[in-house]
């Protein structure tokens, strides 16, 4: 396996003042980079999925918008307001391994698997959830500031997200940002309102770390990591899909997302457990 180059970004366990450089490394990943992502919450892993992969996953979410019954905007509350402009806008689909196959396939995909399980330190990985965005161009909607947490809060505090990128998304279309270290703050205090997000004022988006990404690549990062994402102002999407896992030993301490269709399959090793309480 050869070792890949890898830009260090600095620590930071707090907002930093600027924005820095992200983190990237190519796939496979290696120890440095194990590293890297335990000691900041996060990981770009590079061409995870090559082009041609990740051009024909954008035309599934496509075809899969194109077959939804559902006009339903799901942009928070809070941030239409970050944004300062109501008209934003994003399409999304719950569990889109359930309507089409190459969603699924892709969730057993041993690329992805072997890489997150080497990131959450066990060999063992169970599904919690995904969800599939488009941010069309102009006005995509924005995510303040948060962690996943508050929304589904767990024991062991494993859970941690995939974000599949089938198109570019630099940070004229709204790349998701990071606060490296922040998740050694562990959970931290959010507003409900307009859904679970941290203060924007002590939690400034244009002071979290970028992550521009290329159509193939996959960032990584904990559930207690803080992050979220600005407004599309280009003339092109973005199209992602978010994968929610942790470790199957983990159990959730409320019975939020329990709606998730498939929560709980095993996408990696075992369940231990015997899905026993």
């Not at 205090?189 to 924007?200: K, R």
């Not at 002071?207 to 559930?223: K, N, Q, S, W």
Request: hydrophobic fraction near 35%; aromatic fraction near 8%.
């Amino acid at each position: 396996m050869a070792e890949p180059q890898i830009q260090t970004a600095p620590e930071a366990a707090v907002p930093a003042t600027a924005p820095v450089a992200s983190a990237a490394a190519q796939y496979p990943i290696t120890d440095a980079d194990v590293r890297f992502y335990r000691e900041n919450g996060y990981l770009l892993v590079k061409g995870l999925l090559n082009a041609d992969e990740a051009a024909a996953m954008r035309t599934e979410c496509h075809d899969l918008l194109g077959r939804l019954n559902d006009s339903d905007d799901p942009t928070w509350g809070s941030a239409r307001e970050a944004a300062g402009a109501a008209a934003t806008r994003l399409r999304h689909c719950h569990d889109a391994q359930f309507h089409s196959a190459a969603f699924a396939k892709l969730l057993l995909d041993h690329r992805f698997t072997d890489t997150a399980a080497a990131l959450n330190g066990s060999p063992n990985l169970q599904l919690h959830h995904t969800k599939m965005f488009v941010k069309p161009p102009e006005n995509g909607s924005p995510f303040p500031m948060h962690q996943d947490h508050p929304f589904f809060p767990h024991t062991k505090d494993s859970v941690a997200a995939a974000i599949f990128h089938f198109s570019d998304a630099d940070e004229e279309r709204g790349c998701v940002r990071v606060v490296p270290g922040s998740h050694r703050q562990g959970p931290l205090e959010h507003i409900e309102d307009g859904s679970w997000h941290l203060s924007p004022d002590q939690w400034r988006l244009a002071d979290a770390v970028p992550c521009p990404a290329e159509a193939g690549d996959v960032l990584f990062f904990t559930y207690l990591t803080v992050h979220g994402s600005g407004l599309n102002t280009s003339s092109q999407e973005r199209v992602t899909w978010l994968v929610q896992y942790r470790d199957p030993e983990d159990r959730p301490t409320t019975d939020d997302h329990q709606w998730s269709l498939g929560q709980g399959m095993i996408l990696r090793g075992v369940d231990p457990t015997a899905r026993r309480p």
